[in-house]
């Protein structure tokens, strides 16, 4: 596939893609070349950055917020459950 | 190794359930997942060998109990018709006519903030279900683009649209309830 000029919808589907190595080196490629022009493409792909991040630090965040917990109830049923089965 | 089953629920069963939740999303599913994690624990515990962190092979446990859970689904995610609450086009269409700002924030100290976590949870909960939890299991746990076509029965083109879907929805959703304000 030769290098193109992409229009913005493409070169986010194609910074999306990208993210799980789906895209071409020419798709890449084109993707770079419209990055390098466009004004709002690469404030979104810093945006997907952010989010990816933010994913990947999630269960770790709650899990030091401590706000989520498994209820005394649901503690006892399985603590039952356990001794049932044990 | 903690030999009893009290110890095993009050030391381990948070930081299960938490895993469990920030991946199914709900408290019964999560629940359900942490108790047969346990038990398959207590069945296999010659298995584990003294030394190596029991945390780790409990969520290990939990991981392959998880993606079973999601293999058993029996809906189909299909591209044909938008699942409900859905508005990825919509929102891909506003981002195509606004220009954009930097958001200007480290993914770390935003999570600090207890307001920025429930506005986050609250916008992955706003994805359609069964885009949330294949996408999830991608950001989250990293899983390959293969073995999620195979847990979530999806080709792989379609499971490129979704995961193109479910980011610029959860972009278009943290920037109208966080960033904008």
Redesign the interface.
């Known amino acids: 596939m030769p290098i193109r000029w992409l229009k913005?919808?493409e070169a986010?589907?194609l910074l999306?893609?990208s993210?799980?190595?789906?895209a071409s080196f020419f798709e890449r490629f084109s993707l770079k070349i419209h990055l390098w022009v466009c004004?709002?493409c690469p404030?979104?792909r810093?945006?997907?950055q952010?989010?990816?991040?933010?994913?990947?630090?999630?269960?770790a965040?709650?899990?030091a917020?401590?706000?989520?917990?498994?209820?005394d109830a649901?503690?006892l049923?399985?603590?039952q459950?356990?001794?049932k089965?044990? | 190794m903690v030999d009893s089953t009290a110890d095993w629920v009050e030391r381990y069963g948070d930081i299960l359930y938490r895993f469990a939740l920030a991946r199914c999303r709900t408290p019964e599913v999560a629940e359900d997942l942490v108790q047969e994690t346990f038990l398959a624990g207590l069945r296999a515990r010659q298995n584990f060998r003294d030394g190596s962190s029991l945390q780790t092979w409990l969520i290990g446990i939990l991981k392959h109990k998880i993606i079973d859970h999601f293999r058993s689904r029996k809906w189909t995610i299909s591209l044909d018709n938008a699942p409900e609450g859905h508005n990825a086009d919509g929102e891909i269409t506003r981002l195509l006519k606004l220009p954009l700002k930097e958001w200007n924030a480290s993914p770390e100290k935003a999570l600090e903030n207890q307001a920025f976590r429930r506005a986050l949870n609250q916008c992955l909960d706003s994805l359609p279900e069964t885009w949330r939890e294949l996408f999830l299991m991608r950001e989250m746990d990293e899983m390959e683009s293969a073995e999620l076509c195979n847990i979530f029965k999806v080709s792989p083109t379609n499971l490129r649209v979704i995961l193109y879907r479910a980011r610029m929805q959860l972009r278009g959703c943290l920037e109208k309830n966080w960033f904008r304000n």
Request: with cysteine; aromatic share 2%.
């Open positions: 913005c919808e986010l589907r999306s893609d993210k799980d190595g789906q004004k709002n404030i979104c810093n945006h997907l952010f989010i990816q991040r933010l994913l990947k630090r999630l269960p965040s709650q899990a917020g401590q706000e989520e917990k498994l209820s649901a503690k049923r399985i603590k459950k356990m001794e089965n044990g």
